[in-house]
């Protein structure tokens, strides 16, 4: 079926640390994929998107990582900082449509402690 | 600029009663899209809407939901009869709709609470 999962529910890390939030999804056709970030009574915020002829981009202190041999995806962040803790979702593209029906992930919540 | 708009962004209804959820898209915006999401899990896609037209309900319940987006004024969505399973957050998105555009920008959220 089409789903997208996340291996982690939590992740907690000192302020400074780099941060990694995975992503596992099922359908192959997905030819897209974003992360977005989440706080409190908000709604989601775009953090960076990657196509499926990639395997890397890189932002602006994060970067996506594509491996569509094992249909996994990643979200680095450098340097992670308190203002990053929110909930984390990881959303795909099915494809077959010229429009974003996006599928999104259950979340993980990230904490930075100081 | 302002982003995308919605209102109100907390709604209490009783059971039976009708709750409509309205969202301007961003300047320049003429596709919305709408999902729910339910405590401690993530969005879910219920439908997608062109100026009056619905391109893409199959997220939708088929009883006593239904959205529209006129030709002026913004999206609404219309939950009929509401039971306590309806309580969630609404979360409007937009895109402009050109090309192959799969960046949507989210509103801030309707939480709706049925009691």
């Known amino acids: 079926g089409e789903s997208v999962g996340l291996h982690l529910p939590t992740l907690s890390v000192q302020e400074g640390d780099n941060s990694i939030i995975n992503c596992a999804y099922s359908n192959s056709a997905s030819d897209y994929f974003i992360w977005y970030k989440q706080e409190s009574g908000k709604g989601p915020q775009f953090i960076i998107d990657?196509?499926?002829?990639?395997d890397k981009r890189q932002g602006q202190r994060v970067t996506v990582l594509l491996n569509k041999t094992v249909k996994h995806l990643s979200l680095q962040i450098a340097a992670t900082q308190p203002g990053d803790s929110a909930v984390y979702f990881c959303a795909e593209n099915a494809g077959g449509t010229s429009y974003g029906k996006l599928t999104f992930g259950q979340g993980t919540i990230l904490t930075v402690h100081p | 600029n302002a982003g995308v708009m919605q209102n109100p962004r907390h709604l209490v209804r009783r059971r039976g009663q009708e709750a409509r959820l309205r969202c301007s898209p961003m300047k320049g915006h003429s596709h919305v899209y709408w999902y729910r999401q339910l405590p401690e899990e993530g969005l879910k896609f219920m439908v997608y809407l062109q100026k009056e037209n619905i391109i893409d309900e199959s997220g939708m319940p088929k009883e006593r939901f239904s959205a529209e987006f006129p030709k002026e004024g913004p999206s609404i969505l219309r939950i009929q009869q509401v039971v306590r399973g309806d309580s969630a957050a609404y979360f409007c998105a937009s895109s402009p709709g050109t090309g192959h555009s799969y960046e949507q920008y989210f509103g801030p959220g309707t939480r709706l609470t049925v009691t």
């Open positions: 990657i196509r499926s002829n990639m």
